[in-house]
């Protein structure tokens, strides 16, 4: 299958701090990448999709001041946590869409490994 | 309102026995699409199935099969011949044509003994 990447893996900051979280296809243009976000032992949450070349779409509740997504090319979108805070501790997966990947419905949307954020 | 509804918070089974994750879900698009994800303790989802909604036969892949109950709303995952290393977080998903998007459901977290 095809595959996603996620750049770092882990990060550790200070409070107030801005954290760019990256998230590259590396085998096919991803038109839309999609933002999750999951606490521990909780189920993923989508914050935004994200289209090459346009703003992305928050979903209700999602401050899109604060979680700022650029997906400027087919293979990279990324995730700006601003100013971030202990509450913004969490893990961040993202997804991409392949919308070039002909047949079943599955093999259009591929997940990365996840970054793993904690605000100190 | 819950899109994907999955009950069991947790199960403990048996290894080598055959088990059942429940999930049902909640959509007026006729077309959509059911996902089954693992998710191990590293924290990558893996996909497991898929079941469209317009689907004549379940979906199976290997030891994973989906029970797709199209009038009840149900698209239970089946494991036979559980293994230890299918202890993990398990997800039901779906994604509506409408807003091609997944949603998931909150996770059955499986254990598998030996």
């Known amino acids: 299958g095809a595959v996603v990447s996620q750049h770092p893996s882990r990060v550790i900051c200070k409070s107030g701090t801005s954290v760019k979280i990256e998230c590259r296809s590396l085998?096919?243009?991803?038109?839309?990448m999609f933002w999750y976000r999951q606490f521990p032992k909780k189920s993923l949450m989508l914050m935004a999709t994200s289209n090459e070349g346009s703003k992305a779409t928050y979903e209700q509740g999602v401050e899109k001041d604060k979680f700022l997504i650029n997906h400027a090319s087919l293979t990279l979108s990324t995730l700006t946590v601003t100013s971030a805070h202990p509450e913004d501790s969490s893990f961040y997966i993202c997804?991409?869409?392949?919308?070039?990947?002909?047949?079943?419905?599955?093999?259009?949307?591929?997940f990365g490994p996840g970054t793993r954020l904690t605000v100190l | 309102a819950q899109k994907i509804t999955q009950t069991q918070p947790g199960m403990f089974v048996q290894e080598k026995e055959a088990v059942t994750l429940d999930c049902t879900y909640d959509t007026s698009d006729p077309s959509y699409g059911l996902f089954w994800y693992k998710q191990p303790s590293s924290g990558e989802m893996i996909f497991l199935i898929y079941?469209?909604?317009?689907?004549?036969q379940n979906a199976t892949e290997g030891r994973y099969s989906l029970n797709f109950q199209k009038a009840r709303k149900s698209a239970n995952l089946v494991i036979s011949a559980s293994q230890l290393g299918d202890s993990a977080m398990y997800f039901c998903a779906m994604r509506e044509r409408r807003d091609d998007k997944i949603i998931f459901g909150k996770g059955t977290r499986l254990h598998i003994l030996p």
């Open positions: 085998d096919f243009q991803a038109t839309t």
């Open positions: 997804s991409a869409r392949d919308h070039g990947v002909s047949g079943r419905g599955y093999n259009e949307q591929f």
């Open positions: 079941q469209g909604s317009y689907d004549q």
